[in-house]
């Protein structure tokens, strides 16, 4: 019986002091600027640059992160001294590419306008003449859509588009002299 009590005393006590190791963890918060398959670059409110590496985590803990997200990261410094590593990453705020994919139209003009906007970065188009779009990237306020030019369809063209307003809901528009397009998700 004095084994079995020993036993529950050492549990208790490595189980206190991994709930101890995990609430003194340092943290980092800060917008993704760059994430690989094992890191990613933070840039925190003071400018600084900070690269955590993301190499055998549980990825119920450390989620995949976009270029713009803003996160808090719990880590841990290997014994190196100079490699941190990534415990637990948080998304405080998703980046405006997390609501760009989907399919959006615009139905105020004669004619519907649509665009499907995949995850993978792929478009396509709807009530855009021949237009044939290939694919999206936002890029700050910009939404580029790159599309095989129906004229010439060995040449490429790029439409850039503004972004006046993105939410779950919607996506308003702008190129330079083109009218202003209002688009909707659409299920």
């Known amino acids: 019986m ?4 020993s036993l529950f005393a050492v549990a208790a006590l490595v189980l206190t002091a991994a709930g101890c190791r995990q609430a003194s963890l340092p943290t980092v918060e800060g917008r993704v600027v ?3 398959i094992y890191s990613v670059t933070l840039e925190t ?3 600084e640059s900070v690269v955590l590496s993301t190499r055998g985590t549980d990825p119920a803990l450390v989620p995949g992160v976009l270029t713009g997200d803003q996160v808090k990261v719990a880590y841990e410094v290997f014994p190196d001294g100079e490699t941190l590593h990534a415990i637990q990453l948080e998304i405080t705020t998703p980046s ?3 609501l760009v994919p989907g399919i ?13 906007l995949a995850e993978d970065g792929s478009a396509q188009a ?3 003449g021949d237009l044939s779009l290939r694919t999206w990237t936002l890029d700050g306020d910009r939404l580029v859509l790159d599309a095989t030019d129906p004229a010439d369809p060995d040449q ?3 439409l850039v588009y503004t972004v006046e307003r993105l939410d779950a809901d919607s996506l308003v528009v702008r190129s330079e002299g083109a009218a202003r397009l209002a688009f909707s998700r659409s299920e």
């Not at 004095?2 to 009590?5: A, D, I």
């Not at 959006?104 to 665009?115: Q, T």
């Open 2 to 5: 004095k084994k079995l009590s």
């Open 34 to 36: 760059d994430a690989t």
């Open 45 to 47: 409110p003071e400018g």
């Open 96 to 98: 405006d590419y997390r």
């Open 104 to 116: 959006w139209r615009e139905c105020s003009g004669e004619e519907e306008i649509g665009l499907v």
């Open 126 to 128: 709807v009530g855009l």
């Open 156 to 158: 490429g063209k790029t």
